[in-house]
């Protein structure tokens, strides 16, 4: 039944130590997107994936990056975690961008602690 | 640029009180506006929508009315249960810059027995 598939739920790292958190979809909706969500907060979007066009947040550090290898399957890869990185990841995706298109599926989200 | 305003939490009522929380929105052109709830430890859940001036969107005793003269889309429920307890974000997406969604900054609503 699940639709959004985010793993792992919690994550550990190393200060300045590469993780890749991931996130899968049987929606086959076009558009997936990544955000962060720090405690008591908003969720922030970092970018989104239209088919295979990338589309980055103007306010997104560099040192997260998005591969989205096919439709189902999208990655976020933080290249040197800080400890301000610590939150909850959260995947969405939509069936595409348009008018009455905009419903957004969330998944579970993972929880990623810096150690 | 859009911007989404809720009512400041916490929020905190009686199992059976009437609940609304307020959600007031900035945006150009003609938005689509969103209630998510989320639930501790877990992403968020469509609650309800409503796509254009007018629309009412209801979902599990919950509604909401877009409210284009006023910019809102408050939510509401006659009688909240103690398995309401939650956080709720209002969220516009402009159907006019790549569908950009923006949402509030939340109201933790919790309810007694």
């Known amino acids: 039944d699940a639709m959004v598939i985010q793993n792992p739920r919690y994550q550990v790292t190393q200060f300045g130590k590469p993780v890749t958190l991931s996130c899968s979809q049987t929606l086959n909706h076009n558009v997936m997107y990544w955000y962060q969500q720090k405690s008591s907060q908003a969720p922030k979007l970092l970018f989104h994936?239209?088919?295979?066009?990338?589309?980055n947040e103007a306010d997104t550090p560099d040192n997260f990056q998005s591969r989205r290898p096919n439709t189902s399957f999208c990655f976020l890869d933080i290249r040197s975690p800080g400890l301000g990185d610590a939150a909850m990841y959260l995947c969405a995706t939509s069936r595409d961008l348009g008018q009455g298109e905009g419903e957004q599926y969330f998944g579970p989200g993972t929880r990623l602690t810096v150690t | 640029g859009d911007s989404v305003t809720q009512m400041e939490g916490p929020v905190t009522l009686s199992e059976e009180a009437f609940l609304t929380i307020n959600c007031t929105y900035t945006a150009t052109g003609y938005p689509s506006l969103f209630w998510y709830v989320q639930y501790p430890g877990e992403g968020l859940q469509l609650l309800l929508k409503?796509?254009?001036?007018?629309d009412k969107g209801s979902n599990k005793g919950f509604e909401a009315t877009y409210r284009k003269e006023t910019t809102s889309f408050h939510l509401e429920k006659g009688s909240v249960q103690v398995s309401d307890s939650a956080v709720y974000f209002c969220?516009?997406?402009?159907?006019?810059?790549?569908?950009?969604?923006?949402f509030g900054d939340g109201t933790t609503l919790t309810v007694k027995p």
């Open positions: 994936y239209y088919d295979k066009d990338f589309n």
């Open positions: 969220a516009l997406r402009d159907n006019t810059n790549a569908g950009k969604s923006t």
């Open positions: 409503a796509t254009k001036a007018d």
